[in-house]
């Protein structure tokens, strides 16, 4: 967990393009799901920085949208929040 927050941090200016998750499927109009809460990703964010912003680890937000490559979120990608804010 302290690698990823360190890679996430070194990486902080790098973005890549990339598919939004099959989680993102399951939101409901008010970004709600059964599941937690749906954050669009904005310029900026890595996830370490998400994680700190939403009271998240990034380990499960790793995991809730089965991201091969947490390095890379791009701006308007939509992210479940496993039991987030």
Same mark, same amino acid.
């Given at each position: 967990?302290? %690698?990823?927050?360190?890679?996430? $941090?070194?990486?902080?200016?790098?973005?890549?393009?990339?598919?939004?998750?099959?989680?993102?499927?399951?939101?409901?109009?008010?970004?709600?799901?059964?599941?937690?809460?749906?954050?669009?990703?904005?310029?900026?964010?890595?996830?370490?920085? !998400?994680? $700190? $912003?939403?009271?998240?680890?990034?380990?499960? !937000? !790793?995991? %809730?949208? $089965?991201?091969?490559?947490?390095?890379?979120?791009?701006?308007?990608?939509?992210?479940?929040?496993?039991?987030?804010?």
């Amino acid at each position: 967990s302290a %690698a990823l927050e360190s890679l996430a $941090k070194a990486q902080t200016s790098r973005l890549a393009p990339m598919t939004a998750p099959a989680a993102a499927d399951n939101a409901s109009k008010d970004g709600l799901s059964k599941d937690g809460t749906h954050y669009t990703v904005q310029k900026g964010d890595t996830l370490a920085v !998400i994680a $700190k $912003k939403t009271g998240v680890k990034q380990q499960d !937000i !790793i995991a %809730a949208n $089965k991201l091969t490559d947490p390095d890379h979120v791009v701006v308007g990608q939509t992210l479940l929040l496993p039991g987030g804010k």
